[in-house]
């Protein structure tokens, strides 16, 4: 049923699949054929180092047998049951999420397919529990490909669907500090002082828009692909008590930053800071299957207990993702895989500050756990990066190509390099990456003056 010699794949794959994310006439995929651990193969038996967990999203590492017989069983007893219908795997898969957000106090699961419409449901949840309309989020954030998630988003992928994405987002500034625009002038001041001032920022636009009219601040607690942004001290939780003051519902994207990625179970964990609701994807199955889930306080979902919450989905609460959801959360336990990334975390940063200080084409380097990133530039001094906002360079094209060439695939976003393995590697799988990586950055030095 399922049989195509392997040099069919690609031409097959090119005649009939539209590919997203790409020009579809410069498409050429890896051919991937099995996947265990820290690595995948292509149908040519070559091993990758897979340092991007492929989309950020394979937290446990490929191919753990605990979650696919759990699917398998899932799949046999039941496939299938209708959104307004409950099961055993429904009510145990809600149950374990909620015991893992942060103090175990977003106890109301919605199920989603993904992370785009959690974060859509998310700010649905928010406006009829506040009776606001607008919803401000960061420059530097991605939420999603969906409507609703495209106009939350930040940066330039929006850009094209605009004016047709959902009305009412307010963009502030994240509190980034290798490309501070406050502080451009005085780059030593203090973390305190730091923090402040990006603090004032959202307080100022909070009332330039009007408190009244807010109803959400949406902010991935880690920046994920715009720059492993790490909140400084203090950050979230003057957030937290900016929204406190209005009345405003925070939301924490926890899409790529959730599911031990960072060293907790989820980012805002660091901060000891508890958001109203919460997103999840990705590790949440570690993409074994699609699942996202919005997580909130019992007040927010009180708020329709006599109201209908007029959104649905046909395949949430999907019987074989839940079954992933919860074999894969009982992974996480079972091997203290979020203990093991907060563990590696500091190997991580170690070996990043080594790449700063070994090459002169790396202008920063930060981390988080497992979830770190390279910033290349072209000039320490001036800060110029490697390549332009929104676009590459030949030399982030040559870069990543030596990257594939020797068996290492990770993930490059304009002059920057992130480095997001699979929980479970090691400390010699993460130096056999970061080995790839530094002969490749040799690539970036010949452009650093």
């Known amino acids: 049923m399922f049989d195509l010699p392997d040099d069919e794949i690609l031409p097959l794959s090119k005649d009939h699949i539209f590919y997203t994310w790409s020009a579809q006439a410069r498409v050429n995929p890896i051919v991937v054929q099995r996947a265990k651990g820290v690595y995948f193969w ?96 960061r420059y530097r954030s991605y939420h999603g490909a969906t409507m609703g998630s495209m106009a939350a988003t930040g940066d330039p992928r929006r850009h094209m669907w605009e004016p047709g994405t959902m009305p009412g987002v307010v963009h502030f500034l994240d509190p980034y500090r290798y490309r501070s625009t406050f502080h451009r002038t005085n780059p030593d001041i203090s973390e305190e002082e730091f923090t402040r001032d990006y603090l004032n920022h959202l307080e100022e636009i909070i009332r330039y828009e009007g408190p009244e009219t807010i109803a959400a601040i949406l902010m991935e607690s880690v920046t994920g692909t715009n720059g492993i942004i790490i909140p400084p001290e203090g950050y979230m939780q003057g957030v937290r008590a900016l929204c ?62 006599e109201r209908v919450f007029e959104s649905g989905l046909t395949y949430t609460s999907h019987p074989v993702s839940l079954a992933a959801a919860v074999a894969n959360i009982h992974v996480m336990r079972e091997d203290k895989l979020v203990e093991h990334a907060a563990s590696l975390g500091p190997a991580l940063k170690r070996m990043l500050s080594d790449l700063g200080e070994t090459h002169p084409s790396v202008g920063d380097v930060r ?43 990770l993930y490059t976003h304009w002059h920057t390099v992130l480095i997001i393995p699979p929980l479970v590697i090691n400390e010699a799988q993460l130096k056999e990456g970061l080995d790839v990586l530094d002969q490749a950055l040799s690539i970036t030095d010949r452009a650093a003056g």
């Not at 590492?61 to 069983?73: L, S, T």
């Not at 209708?82 to 893992?100: E, F, N, W, Y």
């Open 367 to 409: 981390s988080i756990g497992l979830f770190g990133i390279v910033e290349l530039v072209r000039n320490r001094k001036t800060k110029e990066p490697m390549a332009p906002w929104n676009g590459s360079s030949p030399e982030m094209t040559v870069l990543r190509k030596f990257c594939l060439d020797h068996g290492l695939f």
């Open 244 to 305: 406190d003051k209005y009345g405003i519902v925070m939301i924490a994207d926890e899409v790529m930053s959730g599911f031990g990625r960072t060293g907790k179970w989820f980012a805002v964990e660091h901060w000891n800071v508890i958001p109203d609701i919460m997103t999840m994807a990705k590790g949440l199955t570690s993409a074994y299957a699609p699942l996202g889930a919005v997580a909130m306080k019992p007040e927010i979902a009180a708020a329709f207990d």
């Open 42 to 137: 292509d149908v040519n038996d070559k091993r990758y180092l897979d340092f991007n967990s492929m989309t950020m999203c394979v937290n446990i590492g490929h191919g753990d047998e605990r979650v696919i017989k759990a699917m398998q069983e899932q799949a046999a007893a039941l496939p299938y049951a209708a959104p307004g219908m409950t099961t055993k795997i429904r009510a145990l898969a809600s149950k374990a999420v909620a015991d893992v957000t942060p103090g175990g106090k977003l106890s109301k699961i919605l199920f989603t397919l993904g992370g785009a419409d959690a974060n859509e449901n998310a700010i649905k949840l928010a406006r009829g529990y506040t009776g606001r309309f607008k919803i401000l989020t």
